[in-house]
């Protein structure tokens, strides 16, 4: 039995992209607690033989927390599995702090995320120098509010890589405020299920992103990457450049 709890990022859906780390803990787990609605069957595809499977997608938090308590207590190897990494928009934080009061141990095991794998298909760099050196990870508000000062509009002003999660359902809000402050033409990564048997990426323009997601008929597992860098070629970086020497590069 592991002394712990381990919440694992398993990535956004192909078991190429587990970490060693996420592969090993799903083989020696008797419970295998996991994000069903985002996470595709074949990750399970590790587990050992006899090993329980739970799904979350109709449970609530004082339920999945009560299940991990219980099996772990009863002396079972627990893993809660989250798609992506956990620290976005996983909601980890409220069922630690419930196993915590619990005094049972914790580790977080990080994944790839969606937006990692949906700019790495299109073989996007989304920090070029001189065009934006950051990348903004956000939702457009929903059901769940938005920070005040966190606004697409506040954030849309600084014209860098902007990565929007859980936001298919927001799309026509979130196209009209991003063309305030980025040309029609700015390139989008649009990726669906990413990675998984059915998925699918596609680069538009800002100009058709709700056109696009109408017609694909996207309403949620879907992840848009804005931003001026893709697909921009303006100016090489320092880093590579014969001219610039650095510490590992000094003749
Ligand atoms: C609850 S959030 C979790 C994000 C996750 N922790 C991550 O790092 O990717 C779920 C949202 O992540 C995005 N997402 C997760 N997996 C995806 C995938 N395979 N393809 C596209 N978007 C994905 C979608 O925006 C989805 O609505």
Known sequence: MDNKISFIGVGPGDPELLTLKALKKIKIADVIIWTDSLIPEKILDF?????EKIKTSSLNLEQITSIMIEKFQAGKTVVRLHDGDPCLFGAIREQIEIL???KIEIEVVPGVSAFQVAAAYHKAELTIPDVTQTIILTRAGGRTGMPEKESLKDLAKHNSSICLYLSARHVKRSQETLLEFYPPET???VGFRVSWDDGWTSLIELKDMEKFSIEKKLIRTTIYIISPAINN????SNLYNPSYKHLFRNK
């Open 187 to 189: 390139k989008v990564i």
């Open 100 to 102: 915590e009061t619990e």
């Open 47 to 51: 587990s050992k033989e006899g090993s």
């Open 233 to 236: 070629s303006q100016k090489r």
